[in-house]
């Protein structure tokens, strides 16, 4: 499966952003997709990840009470809202896919066999 993110940007803190993955070549239902974000000089960390089956999401305690995740299967989209964003907040984020649906695996990006190109989000204090 091929991924696209996109929906990054310039925006305030307190602001939102709603960052898409589309997904193309591949069983889009047959595959948890997660999101992932790096900043500069930083390793790359988990931030969402909604689940093959029944949509059930996980959310990095960073950002539980501002993030949510959906998908659209039929469009093979999720999406990643993010609301009242933090200049922490910034970096490159990227999307993925995994095969499993394992809560503590989908942490790891070991566990991802797919990658999207990356978006930049970029939080001004």
């Known amino acids: 499966v091929q991924l696209q993110a996109s929906g990054g940007g310039l925006v305030q803190a307190g602001g939102s952003l709603r960052l898409s993955c589309a997904a193309s070549?591949?069983?889009?239902?047959?595959?948890?997709v997660g999101w992932f974000r790096q900043a500069p000089g930083k390793e790359r960390e988990f931030v969402a990840a909604?689940?093959?089956?029944?949509?059930?999401?996980s959310l990095a305690d960073s950002v539980k009470g501002r993030f949510t995740m959906s998908k659209d299967n039929t469009k093979n989209t999720v999406y990643l809202q993010m609301n009242s964003l933090k200049p922490e907040d910034t970096a490159v984020y990227y999307c993925?896919?995994?095969?499993?649906?394992?809560?503590?695996?989908?942490?790891?990006?070991?566990?991802?066999?797919?990658w999207g190109q990356g978006t930049l989000v970029t939080v001004s204090s």
């Open positions: 993925a896919a995994s095969s499993t649906v394992i809560a503590s695996a989908l942490m790891s990006p070991a566990h991802y066999v797919s």
């Open positions: 070549g591949g069983a889009f239902r047959s595959y948890t």
């Open positions: 909604i689940f093959r089956n029944y949509g059930r999401t």
